[in-house]
C-alpha cells in the first residue's frame, strides 16, 4: 500500500480535552505535512515540519517528528467543537516529489 | 503563499460522458502536478503524476485510458475522466510542488448519474 498508517483511526473526545493522533511512515522522507479536512471539503494544510526537525508548533498545535521511528504525533489542545474534522499526515519521500497520504484520523469533539 | 486552483469545485455528469476538470498553479511554475481521489470516509489515493511536455505516470491499478491527463503548460494540467460511470463518483484533488512543498487545490467532487 502506498499509504502510511494513523491512529487512531477515530477519536471521540470532549471540548476542552487534548487530542493526539499518530503517523507511521514507510521511506525516508524531505517533510511530513498534517492537514485537516472538513467532511467532504478540501485540504487545510495545518503545519509542515521538515525531516532535520523534531518538534514544531503552531497555536494550539504540537507536531513531532521521530525519523528514526518513522513517525510523528499530531497534538491539539484545549479542543473545540470547531475541531471535528479528519486529520491526515502526509509526506514527501527523498529522492521523489509525490506526497502520500495516511489512512487519516476522524476526530469528534463533542461540545 | 503559493495557490493552486482547481476548477470546477463540483460537477454532475450522466453515465457515459467525459468531464474534465483542471488544475492551475496561480503563482509558480509546476513541471509536476499530482492527481488524487478520495471515496468517502477514506484517505487521499495518488492516481497519477502530471508532467509538462510528456506523458503522465499513473499508479498502479489505475487505468490510464480512463482518467487522461494532459500538461500542456508550466500552469496547468487537466484530468479526463472519460466514459464516466457512477463508480467513478469521488472527490478529486490535484496538488503542486513548489520546492518541497505542496500545494493543494480545492478538490472537485464528481458525481455521475
Known amino acids: 500500500s502506498q499509504q502510511g498508517e494513523e491512529d487512531p483511526q477515530a477519536l471521540s473526545i470532549q471540548e476542552g480535552e487534548n487530542a493526539t493522533m499518530n503517523c507511521s511512515y514507510k521511506t525516508s522522507i524531505n517533510n511530513l505535512q498534517w492537514y485537516r479536512q472538513n467532511s467532504g471539503r478540501g485540504l487545510v494544510h495545518l503545519i509542515l515540519?521538515?525531516?532535520?526537525?523534531r518538534e514544531k508548533h503552531s497555536g494550539r498545535l504540537r507536531v513531532t517528528l521521530d525519523t528514526s521511528k518513522k513517525s510523528s504525533s499530531l497534538l491539539i489542545t484545549a479542543s473545540r467543537a470547531a475541531d471535528t474534522a479528519s486529520y491526515f499526515c502526509?509526506?514527501?519521500?527523498?529522492?521523489?516529489?509525490?506526497?502520500?497520504f495516511g489512512a487519516g484520523t476522524r476526530l469528534f469533539v463533542k461540545a | 503563499g503559493a495557490v493552486v486552483s482547481q476548477h470546477p469545485s463540483w460537477v454532475i455528469c450522466k453515465s457515459g460522458t467525459s468531464v474534465k476538470i483542471e488544475c492551475r498553479s496561480l503563482d509558480f511554475q509546476a513541471t509536476t502536478m499530482f492527481w488524487y481521489r478520495q471515496f468517502p470516509k477514506q484517505s487521499l489515493m495518488l492516481m497519477a503524476t502530471?508532467?509538462?511536455?510528456?506523458?503522465?505516470?499513473?499508479e498502479q491499478g489505475v487505468e490510464k485510458d480512463k482518467f487522461l491527463i494532459n500538461h500542456a503548460s508550466l500552469t496547468l494540467s487537466t484530468l479526463t475522466v472519460t466514459s464516466a460511470h457512477p463508480e467513478d463518483s469521488s472527490f478529486y484533488i490535484c496538488?503542486?510542488?513548489?520546492?518541497?512543498?505542496?500545494?493543494f487545490g480545492q478538490g472537485t467532487r464528481l458525481t455521475v448519474v
Open positions: 502526509a509526506t514527501d519521500a527523498t529522492g521523489g516529489f509525490k506526497t502520500i
Open positions: 496538488s503542486a510542488n513548489r520546492g518541497t512543498e505542496a500545494f
Open positions: 502530471s508532467n509538462e511536455g510528456s506523458k503522465a505516470t499513473y
Open positions: 515540519i521538515r525531516s532535520n526537525e
